[in-house]
């Protein structure tokens, strides 16, 4: 079994910063891409940024030059830098990855989420 573990959320006030981190344990062989997305209550989630095994990576419209998300294979770890932040990026945030366990099977696994809220 494979476990995602997000930490790093909280309460932060505007044009503020915040690091998300993610973190993949158990049965991993090998992570593949990873990514955030983030949901609003009433609202359908949505991809935030995503990196791939080879360090490409693509970003929602509204977090372009706000965010950045990086990774650490050696710690199979996934960041998401926050910088600039508004109340509007106020949501719950999910880490997500396409792993191959140790089985030599491949899933897309999911975090538990963390709450980011924007407010002064």
């Known amino acids: 079994q494979v476990q995602l573990v997000e930490s790093g959320g909280g309460l932060v006030q505007p044009g503020g910063s915040l690091r998300l981190s993610c973190t993949a344990s158990?049965?991993?062989?090998?992570?593949?891409?990873m990514s955030w997305y983030r949901q609003v209550p009433g609202n359908q989630r949505e991809l935030v940024a995503g990196?791939?095994?080879?360090?490409?990576?693509n970003y929602g419209d509204s977090v372009k030059g706000r965010f950045t998300i990086s990774r650490d294979n050696a710690k199979n770890t996934v960041y998401l830098q926050m910088n600039s932040l508004k109340p509007e990026d106020t949501a719950v945030y999910y880490c997500?990855?396409?792993?191959?366990?140790?089985?030599?099977?491949?899933?897309?696994?999911w975090g538990q989420g963390t709450q980011v809220t924007v407010s002064s």
């Open positions: 990196i791939t095994s080879d360090d490409g990576t």
């Open positions: 997500t990855a396409s792993v191959t366990s140790i089985y030599i099977t491949t899933r897309d696994y």
């Open positions: 158990g049965s991993v062989w090998r992570i593949n891409s």
